[in-house]
Every structure is written in structure tokens, then in C-alpha cells.
């Protein structure tokens, strides 16, 4: 069920009214000899020397490519990401303190996106027809470099990954869906098709930039910082010219000098303006989060290419947001009143190992040591090697001795649980820092099937991912 705290604010009350799919005529303009198939101001390559001036039928061909690389684009993303992500935010077990509207909300996305990809593959058909033009058949690029981010990550992580991708392309705004339903010169049914797209993708960037805005807060630290150092290489993804389909399509008209061409024109300066124009509203999105309050996230951003400005030193207290996130149970499960009540220290501190080995497991980035074990007082001494060095002490009982305080001395970062402010203020003068948990969380912790919402992912795919056969 939704989470209470949140104000959901629906972008799909009048659907039936207002969406494409719903409450629309299918276009079928006929075509025109006079108009072009794809706006020349869209297609950089025809700003290349060598088709600048090329003959008028050349110059048509090459946007009748143009149109079908971007309608392929289109068909791939509905029918993959988009909706493989809509169908995993409509699973009750994936983010389930989402409000409940907004998992209904997102059946509605899939149904538009679907219909896109149909309407889209049938304007392509219909193109094809017309003109005699064979499209390239192609893999589109973006598709590639998606599956090698997500691959690359352990299976725990994917669903999250892939929940971004679709964050960043649904709340993008490129010139296909602003600049194209306004271009005289080219076919009517292709400019149709752009602006009812358009429309309906207005309500999707709404509701994806609003979930962006539910879920980065809740995100641990750590996992915002994973997270982050990827948007710019899905962001690229998305916008970057899709150099091997573009080289395949000119290379009957320009053979060997095709891939040069495309090369060249994706390198330009012009072009690469044009893809940070499309990424503006999602960086702004991004800056109003603080993504790029992290040096590294922003430091990421600006070797790709993307002028934005971070904070200027690593945040403070980064093993303390760690641990935070080791800790974390996953999203939308109570902790509930019990403190475990007459589970002994040393049980405690054996489910406290088995937590930590399991986080290990699902992510060999955490790496660690046990430096001291006292079963008795509860307390475990471990030192972190990675992906921060830190020494963390675990006090794993909610009544802790005063003694037990001693040992906890010389952290960097000390876990306590229970009310002793004074000798928990001794420890931050001497230079450690606390992090005081609810002593309800130990009921989580003496539960043998608990296990660690590790970097704050709770989920498994519930099909097989498009992204998996790239």
C-alpha cells in the first residue's frame, strides 16, 4: 500500500479523455511529394560538408534514415525499459510504500507506451511503403550501452538501475518531441505522430520527475552516489547520436566515408549543444536534489562533458552515511514495537555477523574485517576497508553498560542503541561519531530471515529484461 506520508498528485485523472491511446483518431495524412519525412534542423549530419551540399533527393534519404532510426528508438524504448519499468513500479514488492495512485498511475503509462510503440512501427511501415526505402536493421545504440551498465551490476542492484534509466528518459526533452509537431515542412502525419506523443509524454515527465523527487531522499548515501556516477553515461545513452545505425545507413551513399561523417558530426561542437539542451531538465531536476553535491557525482557528470558545478570537498561523515545504509531494512517494512526482549547479547551479535556477511554478498565492494568480538557486553569491533576505510563498533543491546562505552572509544563511527546521552556525548568530544538507532531496529536484527536492505534495494526482476539479450 502507498506510504501515508505522501502526497501523490495524479497527472492522469481525465486519461480517458486526454490520452493518445483513449480518446484519439489514428492519423493517416497522406503523404506529400513537397514535404520532408524528418526535420532537417533535427538531423546534425546533413550540417556535414559532405551532405550539406548534396544533391536534394540525397539529402531526403538521408532524413527518410533519420526518421526510421528515431521510430525504431522509440518502438525499442516503450516496449523495453519503459514499460518493463512501469510493470516492475506496478508490483506491489518493488517500492511498495510508493501511494498506491501512483502504481496505478503507472498501468496507465504502460498502456501510452504501448500504444507509441504501435502507432510509431505503423507511421515506419507506412513510410516504407511510400518512399521504397529499406530501413537499416539495426540494434539502436542506446539499447548497448544500457545493457553494459546494467549488466555490470550485481542482480540486487538492476530493478534500481534500470527504475533510473527510465527517470532520466522520460523526463529528457528532446527536439523530436518539441521542435518536430511544429515543423511546417515536414509530413503531416509525422508531425501528428510527434505532437500526440508529446502530449502524453508530458504527463509521464511529471510523474517520473515526481517519483525521482519520492525516491532520491529515501536513497542511502552510499547508493546515491552509485546511482549517481551512471546518470551521465544514461543520459548519453539516450541522446548521443547513434553513430553504428547512422554509419550503416550512409554508407550506400557515401561508402567509406560514412563512418567519418557520422564520426565527425557527432563530435561537433553544434551537437554536442543540442545534447545538453535535451539534458537540461533533467540536470535541473538532478541540481534541485543535490545530486551534484557529491564531488565524485558531479566530478562524473564533468568528464562527460556536462557543465554542472558540485560541492567542492568530499561530504562529511561518509562512513557514517555507510553504516547508515548498511544497516537499512528494506523500504516500506516495519520494524514493528518488539526490542526483542530476552534475546541475549551474544545471539545479537551472531545475527549482527550474519547481517553484515550477507550485505557483503551483495555487494563485494563492502569489504571488512572483525577486529574484536565481546559476545557478553554485545559489542562488535570490525574495520571497514571498503568502499570507505573506517573503523565501526556495534553495540548490539538496548540497555548498554557504561563500561561497555569504554570499548566503544577510538571509532570513527560508534552504532549504539539505547539512551545513555552523556556517555554517548563523551564519545562524539572524543572524536566518534554515533549513530543511535531505534532500539526497535534490533528486532529486525534477531529475526533470522532478516536481511539487509544493503545500498537500499529490495527487489527482483519479475520478467526477463530486454536489457539481458543485448
Given amino acids: 500500500m502507498g506510504g501515508p506520508d505522501l502526497e501523490y498528485k495524479s497527472r492522469f485523472l481525465d486519461w480517458d479523455r486526454r490520452s493518445w491511446v483513449r480518446s484519439k483518431p489514428r492519423r493517416d495524412s497522406p503523404f506529400s511529394p513537397a514535404r520532408h519525412y524528418f526535420s532537417p534542423e533535427l538531423c546534425p549530419l546533413l550540417r556535414h560538408p559532405l551532405l550539406a551540399d548534396a544533391p536534394a533527393g540525397v539529402r531526403e534519404t538521408v532524413l527518410v534514415h533519420a526518421l526510421y532510426i528515431h521510430l525504431e528508438f522509440t518502438v ?47 507511421l515506419l511501415a507506412a513510410v516504407r511503403d511510400e518512399t521504397g526505402i529499406v530501413p537499416t536493421d539495426h540494434s539502436p545504440r542506446f539499447l548497448g550501452e544500457l545493457s553494459r551498465l546494467y549488466s555490470a551490476e550485481l542482480p540486487v542492484y538492476r530493478p534500481l538501475v534500470k527504475l533510473f534509466f527510465t527517470i532520466v528518459s522520460e523526463t529528457l526533452i528532446t527536439g523530436s518531441l518539441t521542435k518536430l509537431p511544429k515543423d511546417p515542412s515536414v509530413q503531416q502525419s509525422v508531425r501528428d505522430l510527434a505532437q500526440d506523443h508529446a502530449a502524453d509524454e508530458g504527463r509521464h515527465h511529471a510523474y517520473f520527475k515526481q517519483l525521482f523527487e519520492y525516491l532520491w531522499p529515501r536513497l542511502p548515501v552510499p547508493l546515491r552516489r552509485k546511482i549517481g556516477m551512471l546518470l551521465p553515461d544514461v543520459v548519453l545513452a539516450f541522446l548521443w547520436l547513434d553513430e553504428p545505425a547512422f554509419t550503416a545507413a550512409l554508407e550506400p551513399i557515401l561508402g567509406g566515408a560514412a563512418g567519418m561523417v557520422v564520426a565527425e558530426t557527432a563530435d561537433a561542437e553544434d551537437t554536442r549543444a543540442e545534447v545538453l539542451d535535451s539534458a537540461a531538465p533533467t540536470l535541473r531536476m538532478l541540481r534541485a536534489a543535490g545530486v551534484f553535491d557529491d564531488p565524485v557525482v558531479a566530478n562524473a557528470f564533468q568528464g562527460k562533458g556536462f557543465p554542472v558545478e558540485g560541492a567542492p570537498a568530499p561530504p562529511p561523515g561518509v562512513a557514517h552515511d555507510l553504516v547508515l545504509a548498511l544497516l537499512a531494512v528494506p523500504l516500506g517494512v516495519s520494524l514493528g514495537d518488539d526490542t526483542a526482549p530476552g534475546v541475549p547479547a551474544h545471539q545479537r551479535v551472531a545475527h549482527l555477523v550474519r547481517w553484515l556477511d550477507t550485505a557483503r554478498e551483495l555487494d563485494p565492494g563492502l569489504r571488512f574485517t572483525v577486529r574484536d568480538r565481546d559476545d557478553d557486553a554485545g559489542v562488535l569491533s570490525v574495520e571497514l576497508d571498503g568502499p570507505v576505510a573506517a573503523r565501526v563498533a556495534f553495540c548490539v543491546t538496548d540497555r548498554p553498560r557504561l563500561t561497555t562505552f569504554t570499548a566503544l572509544r577510538g571509532h570513527d563511527v560508534a552504532v549504539v542503541c539505547g539512551d545513555r546521552p552523556a556517555a554517548r556525548a563523551e564519545l562524539e568530544t572524543g572524536g566518534t561519531r554515533t549513530l543511535d538507532l531505534d532500539p526497535s531496529w534490533l528486532a529486525a536484527l534477531t529475526n533470522p530471515g532478516a536481511r539487509p536492505l544493503f545500498w537500499g534495494v529490495s527487489a527482483t526482476e519479475i520478467a526477463p529484461s530486454v536489457l539481458d539479450q543485448e
Fill in 76 to 122: 525499442r524504448l516503450e516496449m523495453g525499459p519503459v514499460n518493463e519499468t512501469c510493470a516492475l513500479l506496478r508490483s506491489p514488492r518493488f517500492l511498495p510504500w510508493l501511494p498506491a495512485g501512483m502504481k496505478d498511475d503507472a498501468l496507465r503509462i504502460y498502456t501510452d507506451e504501448a500504444a507509441h510503440a504501435e502507432m510509431t512501427h505503423r
